[in-house]
């Protein structure tokens, strides 16, 4: 983590990148000079098709121009102090992820299809708008919804039944429909400019995935599926550090029984977003309303599990 005085520098600002290789980089997804300071040589010289050597040199004028490189413990110290923490709804949920769902991190929801992904997305959406003391941030939220299951009458009830107003609670969520892989890409890029100009502290991505799975089929498709799923959770790695806010992505997982081979609750993205997430959940129905959750992989957590429930009202706890 770097302290992040980012100063407003423009890609063609950099010594050695022109025009053309600005553009370049704009369209593989590198929008801001942040964004080549944290890449690898060997991405960016791939990338612009230039040398190692080059790209190195590229990289390393650029953190000086933006004034970062070794950052002093009590730098990440004060940059971890910053971290804002999102509640569920459920206090026994909150403790499963340590707090609630916090900034500068990217948490992972993943289940079977009604497991209640796209329900807490909904609560989050609402509980990021109240004030620190009842468990938010005072922030506003974006929604990239690529399955087409956001649904603002269900917000409603839930606003409604917080007490806040119904108007002013839809007016701060905003909202873009994903059509492709490509236009989710595009959409998380244009995100950062969203994020300073509406004050949004939560970025959900309801899912992640499913563009992927359905724009690369076939066993010749794994990689660079992997490969795009990658980068772009680098991105959104990036942006949680960078604007200090939370990221919640969900994830959708078979519980086909007719599948013979491997695990069929594995998630989509598989072992990319294991790495990528600082915290996974897995949800699963139980009885009625109630749903488990199982924090699976987290790099300061303990392993556990906790039941809540999604009631007319939202999430609650049993
Ligand atoms: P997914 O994991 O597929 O995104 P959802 O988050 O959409 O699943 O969860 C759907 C479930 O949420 C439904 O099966 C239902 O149990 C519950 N649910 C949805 N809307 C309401 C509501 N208005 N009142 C109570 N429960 C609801
Ligand atoms: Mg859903």
Redesign the pocket.
Known sequence: MHDLKEKKIELEDIPGVGPKLADKLREMGFSDPMSIAVASPSELASILEIGEVTATKIINKTRDMLEIGFTSADKVWEQRQKIGKITTGSKALDDLLGGGVETQAITE?Y????????????QLSLNVQLPPEKGGLNGNCLFIDT?A?F?PD?VL??AKSMGLDPDKALKNIYVARAYDSDHEIFLIDKAGEMIKEKNIRLVII??LTSHFRADYVGRGELAPRQQKLNKLLHNLQRLADSQNVAIFV?N?VLTNPAILFGDPTMPIGGHVLAHQSTYRVY?R?SS??K?IARMMDSPNLPPGECVFK?????IRDV
């Open positions: 929801a289940g079977a299809f009604g497991s209640g992904k796209t329900q807490i997305g909904f399955e299951t649904r269900r009830q839930m309801d899912s969900t959708q949800l129905k009625g309303e749903r999604i009631t007319p009202d939202g």
